[in-house]
Protein backbone atom coordinates (compact mmCIF):
# COMPACT_ATOMS: atom_id res chain seq x y z
CA UNK A 1 0.00 0.00 0.00
CA UNK A 2 1.00 3.65 -0.76
CA UNK A 3 0.62 6.34 1.82
CA UNK A 4 0.51 9.85 1.24
CA UNK A 5 0.68 12.19 4.13
CA UNK A 6 -0.35 16.05 3.81
CA UNK A 7 -1.18 18.80 5.66
CA UNK A 8 2.15 20.06 7.54
CA UNK A 9 3.17 23.53 7.05
CA UNK A 10 4.56 26.65 9.80
CA UNK A 11 2.44 27.78 12.52
CA UNK A 12 2.34 29.62 15.38
CA UNK A 13 2.66 28.26 18.73
CA UNK A 14 -1.05 27.80 20.16
CA UNK A 15 -2.03 27.03 16.66
CA UNK A 16 -3.77 23.92 15.15
CA UNK A 17 -2.88 21.79 12.01
CA UNK A 18 -4.79 18.93 10.52
CA UNK A 19 -2.74 16.26 8.90
CA UNK A 20 -4.09 13.71 6.75
CA UNK A 21 -2.87 10.15 5.42
CA UNK A 22 -4.52 8.72 2.14
CA UNK A 23 -3.64 5.45 1.06
CA UNK A 24 -3.93 5.12 -2.85
CA UNK A 25 -5.46 2.21 -4.27
CA UNK A 26 -6.87 0.43 -1.42
CA UNK A 27 -8.57 1.07 1.95
CA UNK A 28 -7.60 0.54 5.89
CA UNK A 29 -9.07 -2.74 6.23
CA UNK A 30 -6.90 -3.99 8.97
CA UNK A 31 -4.51 -3.63 12.03
CA UNK A 32 -3.92 -0.07 12.63
CA UNK A 33 -2.31 3.40 11.02
CA UNK A 34 0.05 5.50 13.15
CA UNK A 35 1.52 8.71 13.18
CA UNK A 36 5.17 9.04 14.37
CA UNK A 37 7.37 11.58 14.24
CA UNK A 38 11.45 12.72 13.99
CA UNK A 39 12.69 16.04 14.89
CA UNK A 40 16.37 17.07 13.81
CA UNK A 41 18.69 15.18 15.44
CA UNK A 42 16.70 13.25 17.50
CA UNK A 43 15.01 9.18 16.75
CA UNK A 44 11.92 8.90 15.45
CA UNK A 45 9.40 8.70 17.94
CA UNK A 46 5.31 7.46 18.21
CA UNK A 47 2.54 10.08 18.30
CA UNK A 48 -0.71 8.36 17.61
CA UNK A 49 -1.99 5.04 16.93
CA UNK A 50 -6.27 4.12 15.33
CA UNK A 51 -7.08 0.61 14.89
CA UNK A 52 -9.64 -0.48 12.61
CA UNK A 53 -11.44 -2.81 14.63
CA UNK A 54 -13.03 -0.60 17.70
CA UNK A 55 -11.56 2.33 16.84
CA UNK A 56 -9.25 2.49 19.88
CA UNK A 57 -6.73 5.19 19.46
CA UNK A 58 -3.61 5.32 21.50
CA UNK A 59 -1.36 8.78 21.66
CA UNK A 60 2.41 9.22 23.04
CA UNK A 61 1.50 11.24 26.81
CA UNK A 62 3.32 14.46 25.11
CA UNK A 63 0.52 14.58 23.24
CA UNK A 64 -2.78 13.52 24.97
CA UNK A 65 -5.23 16.43 25.11
CA UNK A 66 -3.83 18.12 22.09
CA UNK A 67 -3.92 15.90 19.47
CA UNK A 68 -6.18 13.56 18.04
CA UNK A 69 -6.11 10.65 14.97
CA UNK A 70 -9.27 9.61 13.53
CA UNK A 71 -10.40 7.61 10.34
CA UNK A 72 -13.02 8.78 7.64
CA UNK A 73 -15.96 6.76 6.61
CA UNK A 74 -14.60 5.21 3.56
CA UNK A 75 -11.35 3.83 5.79
CA UNK A 76 -9.31 5.66 2.76
CA UNK A 77 -7.73 8.79 5.09
CA UNK A 78 -6.27 9.18 8.55
CA UNK A 79 -6.25 12.31 10.11
CA UNK A 80 -3.92 13.79 13.13
CA UNK A 81 -5.60 16.73 13.87
CA UNK A 82 -3.08 18.83 16.03
CA UNK A 83 -4.31 21.38 18.66
CA UNK A 84 -2.18 23.79 20.86
CA UNK A 85 1.35 23.42 19.09
CA UNK A 86 4.20 23.56 20.74
CA UNK A 87 7.91 24.41 19.70
CA UNK A 88 8.66 21.16 20.45
CA UNK A 89 6.10 19.89 18.41
CA UNK A 90 8.58 20.34 15.07
CA UNK A 91 9.35 17.67 13.50
CA UNK A 92 8.65 16.08 10.29
CA UNK A 93 5.34 13.67 11.03
CA UNK A 94 5.42 10.35 9.13
CA UNK A 95 1.79 7.99 8.99
CA UNK A 96 2.43 4.09 8.62
CA UNK A 97 0.37 0.70 8.24
CA UNK A 98 0.44 -1.73 10.87
CA UNK A 99 -1.57 -5.00 9.08
CA UNK A 100 -1.52 -6.83 12.22
CA UNK A 101 -4.25 -6.09 14.96
CA UNK A 102 -3.54 -5.89 18.73
CA UNK A 103 -4.82 -4.86 21.98
CA UNK A 104 -1.54 -3.65 23.63
CA UNK A 105 -0.95 -0.36 22.77
CA UNK A 106 2.32 -0.97 23.40
CA UNK A 107 2.70 -2.87 20.78
CA UNK A 108 1.21 -0.08 17.80
CA UNK A 109 4.23 2.27 19.86
CA UNK A 110 7.31 0.61 18.20
CA UNK A 111 8.12 0.99 14.68
CA UNK A 112 8.84 -2.34 13.91
CA UNK A 113 5.32 -3.40 13.72
CA UNK A 114 4.72 -1.13 10.85
CA UNK A 115 4.29 -2.59 7.39
CA UNK A 116 4.42 0.45 5.15
CA UNK A 117 5.35 3.80 5.79
CA UNK A 118 4.37 7.47 3.96
CA UNK A 119 7.23 10.14 2.82
CA UNK A 120 6.01 12.45 5.80
CA UNK A 121 5.75 15.92 6.13
CA UNK A 122 7.16 18.82 7.99
CA UNK A 123 5.36 20.65 10.97
CA UNK A 124 6.95 23.64 11.90
CA UNK A 125 5.90 25.44 15.10
CA UNK A 126 7.43 29.01 15.70
CA UNK A 127 7.77 30.21 18.75
Known amino acids: VQLQASGGGLVQAGGSLRLSCAASGRTFSSGAVGWFRQAPGKEREFVAT????????YYADSVKGRFTVSGDNTKTTVYLQMNSLKPEDTAVYYCAVANVFAYDSDYYAREMNYNHWGQGTQVTVSS
Open 50 to 57: ITWRGGRT
